[in-house]
C-alpha cells in the first residue's frame, strides 16, 4: 500500500467515495425501480390473456363448424320428411309403403327435434363463448395499454438515473485525475471488494463501518504523520483525518 499521500489528496478520497455511492445507490435504483417487477407481472398478463384470446377465438371456429354441421343434417331430415309427405299425400304407392312413410315421419320429426334442440344448445354455448372472447379482448387492451405505460414510465426513470451516473462519473474523473497510481490502485482494490473504500475517522468510529477503534489502533493512527496512509482495522477503509 501507498505509504504517504498528500493530505489534501487523501482528503479528496472522501468525495470520490460519496460518488461512488452516488453511482452505486442510483445502479440499485435502476434494478430494482418498482416499474420493473409491474412489466413482468404485465407481460405475464398480456400473455395469459393472449392465449385464453386464441383459445375463446378457436372454440368460437369449433362451435361454428358443429353448427353448420348441424344444420346442414337439419335440412337433410327436413328435405327427406318433405318427399316423404309428398309422396304420403300423392298416395302412389302402395299401401304397405305408405304405412312405413309415415312411421319414417314420426322417425324423421323426432330426430329432426333433438338436431334442433341441440342446434339451440350450440347457439347458447356461441353467444357465451363470445360474450368470453368480447371480455378476454377487452381485459387484454387494457392489459395492454397498462404494460406500455409501465414501460414508458420505465424508461423515463432509466433516462433520469442513466444522467445522474453520467454526471457523478465526469465528477468523478475530475477527482481521480493527477491522483497518485498507487494510492487510486488501493482505494479501487478496497471498493472492488463491495465495501466503503475512504471514510472520515470521526474520533474513534469510522464512518465506513461505524465501528470504535481499539486504543491501540487510534494511538498507532494518530501518531502516524499527517501525509501516512492509514486504514481502519476493522473494515480496511482508508481513513482520512480531520
Known sequence: MPAKADPFIQRRLLDLARIDQAVAAAEHRRRTLPELAQ?????????RLRG?????????????????????EID???????????????????????????????????????LEDEALE?????????????QVDAE????????QAAEQRRDDAFADIDDEIARVTAERAGLTDGMPADLLALYE????????????????????????????ALNDIWAAGVDQVVRCTECGAILIRS
Request: net charge positive; hydrophobic share 40%; with cysteine.
Open 122 to 134: 350450440l347457439m347458447e354455448r356461441r353467444e357465451t363463448a363470445d360474450a368470453q372472447v368480447t
Open 52 to 72: 385464453a384470446l386464441v383459445r375463446g377465438q378457436a372454440e368460437i371456429g369449433d362451435l361454428d363448424r358443429e353448427s353448420r354441421k348441424l344444420d346442414q
Open 140 to 147: 387484454l387492451a387494457t392489459a395492454r395499454a397498462d404494460l
Open 189 to 216: 482494490q478496497i471498493r472492488a471488494r463491495g465495501r466503503t473504500a475512504a471514510a472520515a475517522l470521526n474520533g474513534p468510529r469510522c464512518e465506513a463501518c461505524r465501528m470504535d477503534l481499539d486504543r491501540s
Open 76 to 114: 337433410a331430415v327436413r328435405a327427406r320428411a318433405k318427399r316423404d309427405s309428398d309422396r304420403l299425400a300423392a298416395g302412389v304407392a302402395p299401401a304397405r309403403d305408405l304405412e312405413n312413410m309415415q312411421h319414417e315421419l314420426v322417425s324423421l320429426a323426432r330426430r329432426q327435434s333433438t
Open 39 to 47: 412489466i413482468a407481472d404485465g407481460t405475464a398478463t398480456v400473455e
